[in-house]
């Protein structure tokens, strides 16, 4: 299966980025033959993916990545770099090629010691494959310190070193470092894409498959998740049920805790899977015997703090990612209640609700939805802002009461 299977709804993309690395191939066999390489090239050094959440942006970074290394024989006979198969795409699909480093960070940024790591890594020569290639799936989170010291390593890089950054928009990656990417932007796959894609890969029943992706509007992940997922599904239910009890002020007290409440508890049971087998791998690592209650090695105390403070920011992050997940699935809601409002022949994305759907659509105007809609994105802008969740979901509660 090619490395581009994957990659739902982007055919302009995928003709970019599979002309580039035709032209990549070419380039290396030129450089390790001694032949001169080819006069004009697709391929450049550092690229920048784009496009809203589930669009694809690392699906199509890695795809790509995978079809630098390609390795294999059909390419001597004219066969298409990427073909999913070889060693070369099937370790960079799976992370595990010596040569590809693919950085994703589940903290609310990354800081100028990692960046730092990731240029000392760019200045190497490939070990084994073809290329030297960094996929940094989250470079809308780098800090302007990080940024900067990246800035260096884009302007000025190895000769086989690929830079693949992604980012939901052009501004969210400093003016310098985007003015030395080749720019491509992915859009929202269509919804019959992503239930095909469900179908053919996941084995999920078509009914499924589709009912997520149109609950999910092409996000690709989401919808996975979704399909798959018992809690996801009933975490989403019971979001869409908001709108029905903000009828007093009480209602939105109560509605804004739960919202929160349940965030919180999505937060700690990442963190109920991941950070004890971190701070046990780390106290083996130290020396410490077994067991929560051992004895530390002297010495150690501050690389026990710095992994505490490290797990309390990814608890931070995943309640604010899965309080942002929330407040989508209600922005959807109310989208579906102003498509009903003005009569609009855009398909209905939460049919599962369309009895709630219908009755608030009857009780208000279209202005007073719009309204709702625009109290969720300030939510959203307030949670960016470091607003206390509670505070921000308050608020918006009310507002959803308002109209």
Same mark, same amino acid.
């Given at each position: 299966?090619?490395? &581009?299977?994957?990659?739902?709804?982007?055919?302009?993309?995928?003709?970019?980025?599979?002309?580039?690395?035709? $032209?990549?191939?070419?380039?290396?066999?030129?450089?390790?033959?001694?032949?001169?390489?080819?006069?004009?090239?697709?391929?450049?050094?550092? &690229?920048?993916?784009?496009?809203?959440?589930?669009?694809?942006?690392?699906?199509? =970074?890695?795809?790509?990545?995978?079809?630098?290394?390609?390795?294999?024989?059909?390419? =001597?006979?004219?066969?298409?770099?990427?073909?999913?198969?070889? $060693?070369?795409?099937?370790?960079?699909?799976?992370?595990?090629?010596?040569?590809?480093?693919?950085?994703?960070?589940?903290?609310?940024?990354?800081?100028?010691?990692?960046?730092?790591?990731?240029?000392?890594?760019?200045?190497?020569?490939?070990?084994?494959?073809? &290329?030297?290639? !960094?996929?940094?799936?989250?470079?809308?989170?780098?800090?302007?310190?990080?940024?900067?010291?990246?800035?260096?390593?884009?302007?000025?890089?190895?000769?086989?070193?690929? &830079?693949?950054?992604?980012?939901?928009? /052009?501004?969210?990656?400093?003016?310098?470092?985007?003015?030395?990417?080749?720019?491509?932007?992915?859009?929202?796959?269509?919804?019959?894409?992503?239930? @095909?894609?469900?179908?053919?890969?996941?084995?999920?029943?078509?009914?499924?498959? @589709?009912?997520?992706?149109?609950?999910?509007?092409?996000?690709?992940?989401?919808?996975?998740?979704?399909?798959?997922?018992?809690?996801?599904?009933?975490?989403?239910?019971?979001?869409?049920?908001?709108?029905?009890?903000?009828?007093?002020?009480?209602?939105?007290?109560?509605?804004?805790?739960?919202?929160?409440?349940?965030?919180? @508890?999505?937060?700690?049971?990442?963190?109920? @899977?991941?950070?004890?087998?971190?701070?046990?791998?780390?106290?083996?690592?130290?020396?410490?015997?077994?067991?929560?209650?051992?004895?530390?090695?002297?010495?150690?105390?501050?690389?026990?703090?710095?992994?505490?403070?490290?797990?309390?920011?990814?608890?931070?992050?995943?309640?604010?990612?899965?309080?942002?997940?929330?407040?989508?699935?209600?922005?959807?809601?109310?989208?579906?209640?102003?498509?009903?409002?003005?009569?609009?022949?855009?398909?209905?994305?939460?049919?599962?609700?369309?009895?709630?759907?219908?009755?608030?659509?009857?009780?208000?105007?279209?202005?007073?939805?719009?309204?709702?809609?625009? =109290? !969720?994105?300030?939510?959203?802008?307030?949670?960016?802002?470091?607003?206390?969740? /509670?505070?921000?979901?308050?608020?918006?509660?009310?507002?959803?009461?308002?109209?």
């Amino acid at each position: 299966m090619p490395v &581009w299977d994957d990659l739902v709804g982007q055919e302009r993309v995928q003709t970019q980025l599979a002309a580039a690395a035709r $032209d990549a191939d070419a380039l290396v066999t030129a450089i390790t033959d001694g032949t001169p390489p080819p006069a004009a090239s697709k391929m450049t050094h550092a &690229w920048l993916f784009t496009g809203p959440p589930g669009s694809g942006r690392s699906t199509a =970074a890695r795809a790509f990545a995978a079809a630098l290394q390609c390795t294999s024989p059909d390419r =001597a006979l004219g066969g298409e770099p990427g073909c999913g198969f070889c $060693d070369g795409c099937h370790t960079t699909l799976v992370g595990t090629h010596a040569d590809v480093e693919i950085v994703r960070t589940d903290l609310l940024s990354i800081g100028v010691k990692e960046t730092r790591d990731l240029v000392r890594r760019a200045q190497l020569s490939p070990a084994v494959g073809r &290329w030297q290639v !960094i996929v940094l799936e989250d470079a809308d989170r780098l800090t302007e310190g990080a940024g900067n010291v990246l800035l260096k390593a884009v302007e000025e890089p190895a000769p086989r070193t690929v &830079w693949l950054l992604c980012a939901p928009s /052009l501004e969210d990656v400093l003016p310098t470092i985007r003015s030395r990417c080749r720019h491509l932007t992915l859009r929202t796959p269509p919804v019959r894409a992503v239930a @095909e894609v469900l179908v053919r890969r996941d084995g999920i029943e078509p009914a499924v498959a @589709e009912a997520a992706a149109r609950a999910t509007q092409g996000h690709i992940g989401r919808a996975r998740r979704l399909a798959t997922d018992d809690a996801a599904r009933f975490r989403r239910a019971t979001v869409l049920k908001l709108p029905l009890l903000v009828h007093d002020v009480g209602g939105c007290l109560k509605a804004a805790q739960e919202l929160v409440d349940a965030a919180a @508890e999505d937060a700690k049971q990442v963190a109920e @899977e991941v950070d004890t087998k971190e701070t046990e791998e780390l106290r083996a690592a130290l020396g410490a015997g077994a067991g929560a209650g051992s004895r530390m090695p002297r010495g150690t105390a501050g690389v026990m703090k710095e992994l505490e403070d490290r797990q309390k920011r990814r608890r931070t992050r995943t309640q604010r990612d899965s309080l942002d997940l929330a407040l989508t699935d209600l922005t959807g809601f109310y989208r579906d209640v102003l498509a009903l409002q003005l009569g609009s022949a855009v398909a209905i994305a939460n049919e599962e609700v369309r009895p709630d759907l219908d009755r608030i659509a009857r009780a208000s105007g279209p202005e007073r939805t719009l309204r709702r809609i625009e =109290a !969720i994105i300030a939510c959203r802008e307030a949670l960016d802002r470091n607003v206390a969740p /509670l505070l921000a979901v308050e608020a918006m509660t009310m507002s959803l009461r308002a109209g």
